[in-house]
């Protein structure tokens, strides 16, 4: 095989710089190997810097599209630089240690979620410090889907990132690197061949894709949530079997709390709408209270708070509903900006928890993808007082501990007359990623609000358990 002259140049000399070592070694796992790099010492030799960089770009990074360039800490840092400096692309840089005071970022300079950030490493083995890098980017909402490599040591590694949807391409894989070594006299044959040996025996151990939200049973998640109200809701629904949210979109307390008597055991959580409510009062709250305990479901009141901070303060704990003496939790809007999670996480204390708005079910909606990304990372900043999202589409989140609240459901597709867009239980919950879902008119307005609250449990939870055996 003829190799690009560069590359032949560039292999010989980081032999000859000592980067690549052939002997007896031990790495740092304790593994013996016949073959060592350490690219560290490329700094000292700046046109080695540079001809990496350049063959980089022409060889690798050749059709990618990316708006950042961060390289994994620390030895491909300043190969990243010359990255970033050559195409005019801003670059990240991940620290190892997030910062225990200040803002504790773990990625430096600026970005916004959606956008694309390409990784740059020095030698890939297992792929693991690339993971922990791309791991740490996509959860500040970054797109990472490629990784440029100077040397792939062809111990699995590509296999690796490929499971986690990143794919690699390097200057030289170790087959080819010491192929051309030994081409040039470098190294004898014998070597050649104790290296082959070598890869065949030593492959790193394979890295899964991690388990994406939906394919955990709602047990297994309240383990993982950080609200306290989240927590609780996963374990309501295992016990009780059920993710049905009723919407008791009704005026009278005496219709809501009628309501609520028949069909309390069938659901996990109840929605209310405090403001439609004709005659609220301190009285509907304590028998509101009564049957919550009673059937154990939540309190979720959706008041889709959206004002300044001081503001929503006064709207959670003041006026005539004092939402936040009975609600378990609260919806709100990202809109005005963190200070309204500043203001719901100081205005009651314990146990409760937001849904943050981060889609709509309604037709013609203004809330765009970046919004609804960067709802998501804002946040991220609170988990102990986000219980979840009130969102449509499963790729919105990732953590499995927080919730995905989806309303707009009905039992067949369809629309009402004011922009409301009903999916169906399946879509929802097997396509879309629903964990409780949000039924109103479907159960409020039938002819037997019970018969028909047993039949939207039934068919939501059969989606479920069908989802969870399905992954
Ligand atoms: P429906 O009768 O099933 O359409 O009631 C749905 C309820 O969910 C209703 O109380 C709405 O205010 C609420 N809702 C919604 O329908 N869509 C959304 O995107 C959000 C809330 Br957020």
Redesign the pocket.
């Known amino acids: 095989m003829a190799y690009d002259k560069k590359l032949v140049e560039l292999a010989i000399k980081l032999f000859s710089i000592d980067a690549v070592k052939f002997g007896e070694f031990t790495t740092k796992s304790g593994i013996k190997t016949p073959v060592y790099f350490d690219l560290r010492v490329i700094v000292s030799y700046p046109e080695v810097m540079e001809s990496i960089s350049n063959l980089l770009l022409e060889i690798a990074m050749q059709n990618l599209k990316y708006d950042h360039v961060c390289g994994v800490p620390y030895t491909a840092l300043p190969i990243a630089t010359l990255l970033s400096v050559q195409t005019k692309r801003s670059m990240l840089m991940r620290r190892k240690e997030t910062k225990a005071y200040g803002t504790k970022k773990s990625i430096e300079g600026h970005y916004k979620a959606g956008q694309s950030c390409l990784i740059v490493e020095d030698v890939v083995t297992s792929g693991s410090s690339v993971l922990e890098t791309v791991r740490d980017l996509r959860k500040e909402g970054l797109i990472v889907t490629d990784a440029v490599i100077i040397l792939d040591r062809e111990q699995g590694g590509k296999k690796n990132l490929e499971v986690n949807d990143v794919q690699i391409k390097s200057l030289f894989s170790m087959t080819t690197l010491i192929d051309i070594l030994m081409k040039n006299g470098k190294i004898t044959e014998e070597i050649v061949l104790k290296v082959k040996n070598y890869l065949k025996e030593t492959q790193a151990p394979v890295i899964d894709k991690p388990v994406e939200r939906i394919q955990l049973p709602y047990e297994k998640r309240a383990e993982l949530a950080t609200n306290s109200v989240a927590k609780q809701l996963f374990n309501i629904m295992a016990t009780k079997k059920t993710n049905l949210c009723l919407?008791v979109?009704l005026t009278s307390t005496t219709k809501i709390l009628d309501l609520l008597e028949k069909v309390g055991e069938h659901v996990c959580l109840v929605?209310t709408?405090a403001d439609i409510i004709e005659d609220f009062s301190n009285d509907f709250i304590t028998r509101l209270k009564d049957l919550a305990q009673r059937f154990n479901f939540l309190i979720l009141e959706?008041r889709?708070y959206a004002d300044i901070g001081h503001t929503v303060s006064l709207q959670y704990t003041k006026g005539l509903h004092k939402v936040a003496e009975w609600a378990d939790c609260v919806?709100a809007h990202s809109l005005p900006g963190e200070g309204i999670l500043k203001a719901l996480n100081s205005a009651n204390g314990v146990n409760h928890g937001v849904?943050f708005?981060a889609?709509?079910?309604?037709e013609g909606?203004l809330i765009t993808p970046e919004y609804r990304e960067s709802t998501v990372s804002m946040a991220a900043k609170y988990p102990d007082l986000i219980t979840g999202f009130?969102?449509?589409n499963k790729d919105t989140f990732k953590d499995p501990g927080f919730i995905q609240?989806t309303?707009?459901?009905?039992l067949e597709s369809s629309k009402?007359n004011l922009g409301?867009v009903?999916n169906t239980p399946e879509k929802v919950i097997l396509e879309n990623g629903g964990d409780v879902i949000?039924?109103?008119?479907?159960?409020?307005?039938a002819k037997s609000p019970e018969t028909q609250a047993v039949l939207y449990k039934d068919t939501l939870w059969k989606c479920y358990l069908k989802r969870v055996a399905e992954n």
């Open positions: 919407s979109d929605k709408h959706d889709k919806t849904f708005l889609e709509m079910s309604c909606n009130v969102c449509q609240l309303p707009g459901v009905q009402d409301q009903y949000v039924v109103g008119r479907g159960i409020v307005a």
